[in-house]
């Protein structure tokens, strides 16, 4: 199995950048690889995917502003974050899965077995 561990998150006013890392302890190139956040009463949802391969996809909502990456030699998976708004504000999870259905439906919750206890992003107006 693999562990993954998120840091990075903070405080930003409206329009500012933030980078979140997650660090796994294994290679990540042999898993899926997503991020995904969580508000206050609302579900988490998927906000950016890199399969194994390294293709990535993004949650429309994020699109054209947050950018996902991964340093196979660090085991690291990057989150570039952009042009943020408050409704990005969330706390946000790294997950893996070696599960085969993560390459159909990346940003989807069900495949991922592998999560991290998350990082807290805030953004102000």
């Known amino acids: 199995q693999v562990h993954v561990v998120e840091s990075g998150g903070g405080s930003v006013q409206s329009g500012g950048s933030l980078r979140l890392s997650c660090a796994a302890s294994?290679?990540?190139?042999?898993?899926?690889m997503g991020w995904f956040r969580q508000a206050p009463g609302k579900e988490r949802e998927g906000v950016a995917s890199?399969?194994?391969?390294?293709?990535?996809g993004y949650a429309i909502s994020v699109k054209g502003r947050f950018t996902i990456s991964r340093d196979n030699v660090k085991n690291t998976l990057y989150l570039q974050m952009n042009s943020l708004k408050p409704e990005d504000t969330a706390m946000y999870y790294c997950a893996a899965s070696r599960s085969g259905s993560c390459y159909n439906h990346p940003l989807s919750l069900y495949p991922y077995t592998y999560w991290g206890q998350g990082t807290q992003v805030t953004v102000s107006s």
């Open positions: 890199m399969r194994s391969d390294g293709s990535t």
């Open positions: 294994d290679t990540v190139n042999n898993y899926c």
